[in-house]
T-cell receptor
Framework: AQSVTQLGSHVSVSEGALVLLRCNYS??????LFWYVQYPNQGLQLLLK??????LVKGINGFEAEFKKSETSFHLTKPSAHMSDAAEYFC???????????FGTGTRLKVLA | DSGVTQTPKHLITATGQRVTLRCSPR?????VYWYQQSLDQGLQFLIQ???????AKGNILERFSAQQFPDLHSELNLSSLELGDSALYFC????????????FGPGTRLLVL
């Protein structure tokens, strides 16, 4: 069965510092992978997704993620954090066999001034 | 605005009661997903419908049921409510299924007293 693990439920970075949010997945077949962001009192919105076209995926707001099959990872990065990046970030995998979407437990990003 | 609408935004009810949450997907989307988000359980996939038919089932309790109507809107019915059912309930839609971006509604906040 597919699963997603997000390391670190809370991450704090200084404004202007590198953002790195970790996601590892388990899958027996090539998965579809997603990063979503949730701002306070809002629904989730897509940041980026991997669908096997390219291993380095660029998303909105300067975020990108790299698919590493050997490490079963899909970590999210942003070179320079902005205060507006403070939110909760979810990694998700879509299981082609069962149609289920499995979300990680989320990482709450705090950006310090 | 994702194009997905959910009503009501807030719902307060008592234990043992039954409520219905409604979701209208984005125009043209055939798939509807329901999620429950709570502090202790995170974001849990409940169920997916595709063009009126149940396609995938997640951690949905037997007290909960859902359906998708011919006009593609969906309803999530929660019965015999318990305190622990208090949560944010999200609906999401996508064009068809696997590997596609899900567009989330703003959620319904349910409080069971």
């Amino acid at each position: 069965a597919q699963s997603v693990t997000q390391l670190g439920s809370h991450v704090s970075v200084s404004e202007g510092a590198l953002v790195l949010l970790r996601c590892n997945y388990s899958s027996s077949v090539p998965p579809y992978l997603f990063w979503y962001v949730q701002y306070p009192n809002q629904g989730l919105q897509l940041l980026l997704k991997y669908t096997s076209a390219a291993t380095l995926v660029k998303g909105i707001n300067g975020f990108e993620a790299e698919f590493k099959k050997s490490e079963t990872s899909f970590h999210l990065t942003k070179p320079s954090a902005h205060m507006s990046d403070a939110a909760e970030y979810f990694c998700a995998v879509s299981d082609p066999g069962t149609y289920k979407y499995i979300f990680g437990t989320g990482t709450r990003l705090k950006v310090l001034a | 605005d994702s194009g997905v609408t959910q009503t009501p935004k807030h719902l307060i009810t008592a234990t043992g009661q039954r409520v219905t949450l409604r979701c209208s997907p984005r125009s043209g989307d055939l798939s509807v997903y329901w999620y429950q988000q709570s502090l202790d359980q995170g974001l849990q996939f409940l169920i997916q419908y595709y063009n009126g038919e149940e396609r995938a089932k997640g951690n949905i309790l037997e007290r909960f049921s859902a359906q998708q109507f011919p006009d593609l809107h969906s309803e999530l019915n929660l019965s015999s409510l318990e305190l622990g059912d208090s949560a944010l309930y999200f609906c999401a839609s996508s064009a068809s299924g696997v590997g596609e971006t899900q567009y989330f509604g703003p959620g319904t906040r349910l409080l069971v007293l």
